[in-house]
Structures are given as C-alpha cells and as structure tokens.
Nanobody
Framework: QVQLVESGGGLVQAGGSLRLSCVDS????????MSWFRQAPGKEREFVSG????????YYTDSVKGRFTISRDNAKNTVYLQMNSLKVEDTAMYYC??????????????????WGQGTQVTVSS
C-alpha cells in the first residue's frame, strides 16, 4: 500500500526558498518513479519535476529549471523538492505522485498511480 504525505509548504516572500518533502509509508518506494506536480487556482495540474527510481535521472519543466532541485532518499522513503528563487507564479498546491508501471519519467498526470494530499506554497511579492 502506497500512502504519500507531503510537507514543507508555507508562505514565503519572492526570492525565498522552501523544501518540500514527500514520505511514502509503504515498502516499495524505490520501485516507483516519483514526481512533483502543482495546481494553481483555476488552472490544470501541471508537471514540475520527476526523478527516476534510483535517483540518477531527473527532469524539470522549463519554468523551474535552475531554481528547483528534486532528489530522493530511498532509505527514508522520501522525495524532496528544493525550491529556490521562488516567484509569485510558483504559488500553487504542490503534490507528489508515484508511478509504478515503468521506469520512465512521464509528464502526464494520468500516468501516475498514487498521489499525496498536497501542500500549499504561497509566494508573496
């Protein structure tokens, strides 16, 4: 059973940093590709970043490249999203997601099997 719980969101000024965490309470964390998505009010949920099972491959959407870093610790069943140089437009609910069917990092949310409940990130100007 996969249960994902995010934490680390909050209110931060533009230019600041936050680190999101997502913990899986199950026993097969290392077999999942993990990704972060976000959803702003009135908008579709969008892919932010993904990481391969072993952590060797990562992928970022263009708008966060150079500012966000995804990582994982399989011993702790945790995936992280370090967010630096935050912008007002980064404001959204952030969700972690797990994909089990294959090893590729996919941008489409329909490819993911499990989701956390989300953590809110608000960036003020």
């Amino acid at each position: 059973q996969v249960q994902l719980v995010e934490s680390g969101g909050g209110l931060v000024q533009a230019g600041g940093s936050l680190r999101l965490s997502c913990v899986d309470s199950g026993r097969t964390f290392s077999s999942y590709v993990m990704s972060w998505f976000r959803q702003a009010p009135g908008k579709e949920r969008e892919f932010v970043s993904g990481i391969s099972r072993g952590g060797g491959n990562t992928y970022y959407t263009d708008s966060v490249k150079g500012r966000f870093t995804i990582s994982r610790d399989n011993a702790k069943n945790t995936v992280y999203l370090q967010m630096n140089s935050l912008k007002v437009e980064d404001t959204a609910m952030y969700y972690c997601a797990a994909k089990r069917r294959d090893a590729s990092i996919q941008l489409a949310k329909a490819q993911y099997d499990y989701w956390g409940q989300g953590t809110q990130v608000t960036v003020s100007s």
